[in-house]
């Protein structure tokens, strides 16, 4: 079946503009990650979803990023006035969620801000 | 706080030969689960495995195996007979059971394993 898919592959921004990051999980998955890979930091987490709830959003970079999820289905990762450390690839995986399972990574959306 | 980590930064071997990644973690819980994650060139991030802290069980498949040992906190992946294809980024990633946050993933630093032929 599908897998997870993210749009758009690649984004090039310049400084302070917002960016749109959307992610199309495993159908029939509740559960979503958003996570960042970028060379500095590594792999990590930003924000989980279960349906369309986020119970925690501590750990978001900064105020100028958000999530949401509609329809227990489709996430957007918004991020406003962009930043050059913004720069990364921004994974989205979905898990079938009610308990330790695996997650299933999309390919990613590489941001360059410049 | 967990903790995840991946000594080995770059490994490189020759086609055929044996290969280690090693992987220790740090966590407070008692449940848990461990992964491994291997990331190719083209970027996607592929599930390898996942065990329980309650399964210490070694766990064999194919050319691929895992070595879990609570008692050093260690859960090593061994590729036997290495083949061009292997190369790729390894990550080693830790979750607990969080209500907030789910099922997220701790990962560690990666180990970039490159197999010559």
């Known amino acids: 079946g599908a897998g997870v898919s993210q749009s758009p592959s690649n984004k090039v921004t310049e400084k302070g503009k917002d960016v749109e990051l959307r992610c199309d999980p495993i159908s029939g998955h509740t559960a979503l990650y958003w996570y960042r890979q970028s060379l500095g930091q590594g792999l990590e987490f930003l924000i989980y979803?279960?349906?369309?709830?986020?119970?925690?959003k501590s750990g978001l970079p900064s105020d100028r990023f958000s999530a949401e999820r509609t329809g227990g289905s489709v996430s957007t990762l918004t991020i406003q006035r962009t930043q050059q450390e913004d720069s990364a690839v921004y994974l989205c995986?979905?898990?079938?969620?009610?308990?330790?399972?695996?997650?299933?990574f999309g390919p990613g959306t590489r941001l360059t801000v410049t | 706080a967990q903790k995840v980590t991946q000594a080995q930064t770059e490994i490189s071997v020759v086609e055929k030969e044996d290969v280690t990644l090693d992987c220790v973690y740090e966590t407070r819980d008692t449940t848990y689960y461990l992964f491994w994650y291997k990331q190719p060139p083209s970027g996607e991030l592929v599930f390898l495995i996942r065990r329980n802290s309650f399964d210490e069980q070694n766990e064999i498949s194919g050319r691929y195996s895992w070595n879990f040992q609570k008692s050093t906190s260690s859960f090593n992946f061994t590729i036997t007979a290495s083949q061009v294809v292997d190369s790729a980024v390894y990550f080693c990633a830790l979750s607990e059971a969080n209500n907030n946050a789910g099922n997220m993933l701790t990962f560690g630093g990666g180990t970039r394993l490159m197999v010559k032929p």
């Open positions: 995986a979905s898990s079938m969620g009610g308990g330790f399972v695996e997650q299933y």
């Open positions: 979803f279960q349906g369309n709830s986020a119970p925690d």
